[in-house]
Structures are given as structure tokens and as C-alpha cells.
């Protein structure tokens, strides 16, 4: 796991009340990761299952206590009312429908264990540079490469939890920061190397070029070498500053029945 993982927010673990969970699915785990951290923040005989529906992701192994399993979310092949905890990172924005996965989620805890998600707004970033339109451009490659995930979820996840039946309804915000090019925010989460903007294009060229005439991909080229050669310039003189943060929600929910 990397030493800091800007989406563990303070507080999670008590939240969630992990500490007395033994039984933990983390759905739509990604590399595991976070399935690791709910593992070693629960008590010392837990057992947590992540399932992901790609493996493509994974990073980290099934051991005694920790099992991967390729699954949908929409789909649990999990026991109903197994878990103390079931939970979800990052998952539910991305789905086409978000209730059916949250309705496996509740099958699969047990009566009075907890549900939880953490979903980003993403709509709602702000952000500073000293590189004009960095920003912008980003938020743009953004809208332009999610297609299919709700974008401005994290709020919608609270009545989304109401809907499902679930109880003791509770949500908190965290926003975690991500600054470039300074150092002067120890607590922030900081940039491990210079993006290359031009690099980000050819990366995401398969989604970008449905919404694109070649004309409009070229421009967006441009603009990211520009972007890229006042980055690297300022970087070199140490003038270059950014930093940016969006909401991300917290919510947790009691199954009763
Ligand atoms: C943004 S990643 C988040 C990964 C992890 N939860 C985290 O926060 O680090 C979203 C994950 O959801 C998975 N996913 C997307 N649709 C899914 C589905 N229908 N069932 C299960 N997993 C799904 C993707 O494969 C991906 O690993």
C-alpha cells in the first residue's frame, strides 16, 4: 500500500467501527489496497473479501485473511447477512445503476452490520495553479474522458442510501488536497512526478476520440504541449504552484432488516 493514500480519511476507522468487524467486503476493491487497510485497522481474526470485475487492477494477493474474487457488483456470490461491514470506494459513480449494487450490498450484510460508501464530487473541485488554464484544461480532459460516470455522485449518495432502506443514515465530508511543485503543505498529498500533459492525451486517445473531430484532438494537443513547456519552465525556476482539492462523502448506513 502507498504511504499515503489521500482517500483514507481521518476518522474512517471509527467510523466504520472496524475495530469490532470480522467480517469485511470491500466491492469494486481496484488493486486492494483499501481492502488492506480495512484489514489491518479490524480485529486481529477478521476476514475481508474484495471483488473487483476486473483483476486487471489487482496489486495486492489473497492470503488466509484477505480474499479476491472476480465479481460484479450487481452480483455478489456472497451468503446474505455475512458481513459486519460492506463497503465500497470509487464504485458506485461509475455504475449505470448504482441501486442495484447497493441492494447486493445490503443482502450481503448482516442485521445491524453497516453499508458504507466513499464517493467523490468531482464537480465540485477547486483548484489554483500558477500555469493559467492548467486547471481548466484538466477539468475539460475530465468531462471528456468519463463518460458513463456520474461525476457529481458523492452528494447523491445519502438519498441514495435512504432509497435503499438502510438506517441511521450518517455522512461526514473529507477533502483531500494534491498540491504540485512545492513542498510548503506537508499534510497535502503531493504530486509523485511532474504530469506531462502531452502524455495524458495519448493516454486517454481511445476515449477521447469518439467525442472529438481530429481537428479539435489537435487543438487539445497544442494546448497540452503549451501547457506542458510553461509547467516545465516554471518548474525549473521554482515559481510553479498548484494545488487542488475536491469533496469527497462518507456515508454509512445501519441494516435492520
Ligand atoms: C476507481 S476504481 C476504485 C478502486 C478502489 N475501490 C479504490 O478506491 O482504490 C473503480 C473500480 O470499480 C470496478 N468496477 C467497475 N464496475 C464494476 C462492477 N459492475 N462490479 C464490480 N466492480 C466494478 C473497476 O474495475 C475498478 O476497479
Same mark, same amino acid.
Given at each position: 500500500?502507498?504511504?499515503?493514500?489521500?482517500l483514507?480519511?481521518?476518522? %474512517?476507522?471509527?467510523?466504520?467501527d472496524?475495530?469490532?468487524?470480522?467480517?469485511?467486503?470491500? +466491492?469494486?476493491?481496484?488493486?486492494?489496497?483499501?481492502?488492506?487497510?480495512?484489514?489491518?485497522?479490524?480485529?486481529? #481474526?477478521?476476514?475481508?473479501?474484495?471483488?473487483?470485475?476486473?483483476? /486487471?487492477?489487482?496489486?495486492? @494477493?489473497?492470503?488466509?485473511?484477505? $480474499?479476491l474474487?472476480?465479481?460484479a457488483a450487481?452480483?455478489l456470490?456472497?451468503?446474505?447477512?455475512?458481513?459486519?461491514? +460492506?463497503?465500497?470506494?470509487?464504485?458506485?459513480?461509475?455504475?449505470?445503476?448504482?441501486?442495484?449494487? %447497493?441492494? /447486493?450490498?445490503?443482502? +450481503?450484510?448482516?442485521? =445491524?452490520? &453497516?453499508?458504507?460508501? &466513499?464517493?467523490?464530487?468531482?464537480?465540485?473541485?477547486?483548484?489554483?495553479? #500558477?500555469?493559467?488554464?492548467?486547471?481548466?484544461?484538466?477539468?475539460?480532459? &475530465?468531462?471528456?474522458?468519463?463518460?458513463?460516470?456520474?461525476?457529481?455522485? =458523492?452528494?447523491?449518495?445519502?438519498?441514495?442510501?435512504?432509497?435503499s432502506?438502510?438506517?441511521?443514515?450518517?455522512?461526514? +465530508?473529507?477533502?483531500?488536497?494534491?498540491?504540485? =511543485?512545492?513542498? @510548503?503543505?506537508?499534510?497535502?498529498?503531493?504530486?509523485?512526478?511532474?504530469?506531462?500533459?502531452? =502524455?495524458?492525451?495519448?493516454?486517454?486517445?481511445?476515449?477521447?476520440?469518439?467525442?472529438?473531430?481530429?481537428? /479539435?484532438?489537435?487543438?487539445?494537443?497544442?494546448?497540452?504541449?503549451?501547457?506542458?513547456?510553461?509547467?516545465?519552465?516554471?518548474?525549473?525556476?521554482?515559481?510553479?504552484a498548484s494545488?487542488?482539492?475536491?469533496?469527497? $462523502?462518507?456515508?454509512?448506513?445501519?441494516? %435492520?432488516?
Amino acid at each position: 500500500m502507498s504511504d499515503f493514500d489521500q482517500l483514507i480519511p481521518p476518522g %474512517l476507522a471509527d467510523f466504520l467501527d472496524l475495530e469490532s468487524a470480522r467480517r469485511i467486503v470491500d +466491492v469494486g476493491c481496484g488493486t486492494g489496497d483499501f481492502t488492506t487497510y480495512l484489514l489491518s485497522q479490524a480485529s486481529p #481474526t477478521a476476514i475481508a473479501i474484495g471483488l473487483d470485475i476486473s483483476t /486487471e487492477l489487482r496489486r495486492v @494477493r489473497s492470503s488466509e485473511d484477505l $480474499w479476491l474474487i472476480r465479481a460484479a457488483a450487481e452480483k455478489l456470490p456472497i451468503h446474505s447477512e455475512w458481513a459486519d461491514l +460492506v463497503i465500497c470506494r470509487r464504485l458506485l459513480m461509475n455504475l449505470p445503476e448504482p441501486t442495484l449494487a %447497493l441492494g /447486493e450490498m445490503k443482502r +450481503v450484510a448482516k442485521r =445491524g452490520g &453497516l453499508v458504507a460508501a &466513499l464517493e467523490p464530487d468531482f464537480l465540485a473541485e477547486r483548484g489554483y495553479s #500558477t500555469v493559467p488554464g492548467e486547471l481548466a484544461f484538466l477539468r475539460k480532459l &475530465l468531462l471528456l474522458t468519463s463518460e458513463g460516470n456520474d461525476l457529481g455522485f =458523492g452528494p447523491k449518495c445519502v438519498e441514495l442510501f435512504k432509497h435503499s432502506g438502510l438506517v441511521e443514515i450518517e455522512a461526514y +465530508v473529507h477533502s483531500p488536497v494534491t498540491i504540485g =511543485g512545492s513542498d @510548503r503543505f506537508p499534510t497535502a498529498h503531493r504530486e509523485r512526478k511532474p504530469r506531462r500533459f502531452e =502524455g495524458l492525451i495519448a493516454e486517454w486517445r481511445t476515449e477521447l476520440e469518439p467525442h472529438l473531430e481530429l481537428s /479539435e484532438l489537435q487543438a487539445l494537443e497544442n494546448e497540452a504541449c503549451e501547457l506542458d513547456r510553461v509547467r516545465v519552465r516554471q518548474l525549473q525556476t521554482g515559481e510553479y504552484a498548484s494545488a487542488s482539492s475536491f469533496p469527497l $462523502w462518507i456515508v454509512r448506513g445501519r441494516k %435492520l432488516d
